[in-house]
């Protein structure tokens, strides 16, 4: 069953946190090809990869930067999401092997006449090894 | 088989452009919340995003995003690629039925200390209307 929070502007406050773990595996790696069409080599040639100094094939930074969908339309806020922007760094590759990730996002800012929330971004690795920070401008909407 | 251009960073040039056409069908949009988990009704659920004032169930943004994984690690500068950061603005929202959607990328800064090239972004729907507009910095990784 769909579960998801539902979190309106008015219940928003600054320093909330939300966080999820999330895996990646072989076969989100091949759904994310199929979508995309990008087969670059770094991400599904391990010769290659290791050649540029990777210990595995790259996982896709957009792969990784794709749960922030999930972090604002799932977790914070919820239900009411409506993601105006999105900005994040990549720190460090992340493998399939430090799999799962850690999700987390926290409040910074709370704009009233918007109706937009600023939310912080990390994402880390197995061995916690921030591999992505980010920040989103997200817009909640009326419940309906 | 799998095709990629192979730009060395000598070779990038400002100004440089490439281009291409996506399709988005219900298809993409499971694979893309197989992934994520992202069960927002927004994306899911064709009442809740009418009542929200769109025709359809709305696109994720962050799978508009994700060709920009393709266009950095297929097109420019293909093989080479590692992105390093992606800023992206949505400007409207995308449905189903707007696709295909065109990417378009121009390069409009060099970094030669880093190795990095600065690429503007932008994404229309079929009707040339400006959806995602973006900025994403690229290193461009030595030949191997």
């Known amino acids: 069953m769909a579960t ?3 979190y309106q502007f008015k219940d928003i406050k600054l320093g909330m946190e939300q966080s999820f773990n999330v895996e990646i595996t072989e076969e989100t790696m091949n759904k994310f090809l199929e979508i995309t069409g990008d087969v670059n080599p770094l991400h599904n040639d391990l010769k290659y990869a290791k050649s540029q100094g990777n210990k595995e ?4 930074g957009m792969l990784t930067s794709s749960f922030l969908s999930t972090l604002a339309g799932v977790y914070l806020p919820g239900k009411y999401s409506l993601i105006h ?6 720190k460090k590759p992340v493998f399939i092997s430090d799999s799962p990730l850690s999700v987390k996002g926290k409040v910074t800012e709370i704009n009233d006449d918007f109706k937009q929330i600023t939310i912080n971004v990390s994402i880390f ?10 920040i989103m401008k997200v817009g909640v909407l009326d419940a309906k």
Do not use: A, D, M
């Open 57 to 60: 094939k790259v996982v896709y």
């Open 4 to 6: 998801y929070n539902t």
């Open 125 to 134: 690795n197995r061995k916690q090894e921030k591999v992505l920070r980010g």
């Open 85 to 90: 922007s999105v900005e994040v760094i990549f």
